[in-house]
T-cell receptor, first 110, second 113 residues
């Protein structure tokens, strides 16, 4: 069973921030939160990951709540090319068995 | 670098036929894995390898065999294809098992009639 819950779909206007939520209420202390995305049947692409602190890279920001039971992926200025399925995954360090759920289909509209 | 490459891109099989899906990477990654993705679902791990000569089962290994004779190649074999194996297959690699970022190939779309 997937250890995360995500909304099945979301829309976002081009140029606006896209905020994708993820619930992981049963996360363990040694599990990280990872985000990948899959653009139109291509292979998944790594976006960002974190343990308990907020993280930012050139693609996105990851906000993890203090109790670590939920997180939000933020794409600060969404473009049409960000239209994809976004997967939130919890994973124990040193283990690459990533359990993908159904993800959130983000549609960025002009 | 070509990254992770997969062949073929598309394949149609009849029930009972066998075939091998090819996966290669040129990044000197030790860890390689195979996933399948059914329509509307996320990816599920089939088999993985932490290095040449070492393989192990993932979440859905039944009906598939793997071997890892070189660091670069990790083929996936279907011994007797079944319609339930109709899926898109992705190969992935990373420097080691716990690496943060896995690199995925473009996928092989397999249909079993």
């Amino acid at each position: 069973d997937a250890k995360t819950t995500q909304p099945p779909s979301m829309d976002c206007a081009e140029g606006r921030a896209a905020n994708l939520p993820c619930n992981h209420s049963t996360i363990s202390g040694n599990e990280y939160v990872y985000w990948y995305r899959q653009i139109h049947s291509q292979g998944p692409q790594y976006i960002i990951h974190g343990l308990k602190n907020n993280e930012t890279n050139e693609m996105a920001s990851l906000i993890i709540t203090e109790d670590r039971k939920s997180s939000t992926l933020i794409l600060p200025h969404a473009t049409l090319r960000d239209t994809a399925v976004y997967y939130c995954i919890v994973r124990v360090d040193n283990n690459n068995d990533m359990r993908f759920g159904a993800g959130t289909r983000l549609t960025v509209k002009p | 670098n070509a990254g992770v490459t997969q062949t073929p891109k598309f394949q149609v099989l009849k029930t009972g036929q066998s075939m091998t899906l090819q996966c290669a990477q040129d990044m000197n990654h030790e860890y390689m894995s195979w996933y399948r993705q059914d329509p509307g679902m996320g990816l599920r791990l089939i088999h993985y390898s932490v290095g040449a000569g070492i393989t192990d089962q993932g979440e859905v290994p039944n009906g598939y065999n793997v071997s890892r004779s070189t660091t670069e190649d990790f083929p996936l074999r279907l011994l007797s294809a079944a319609p339930s194996q109709t899926s898109v297959y992705f190969c992935a690699s990373s420097y080691w098992q716990g690496e943060n970022e896995q690199f995925f190939g473009p996928g092989t779309r397999l249909t079993v009639l």
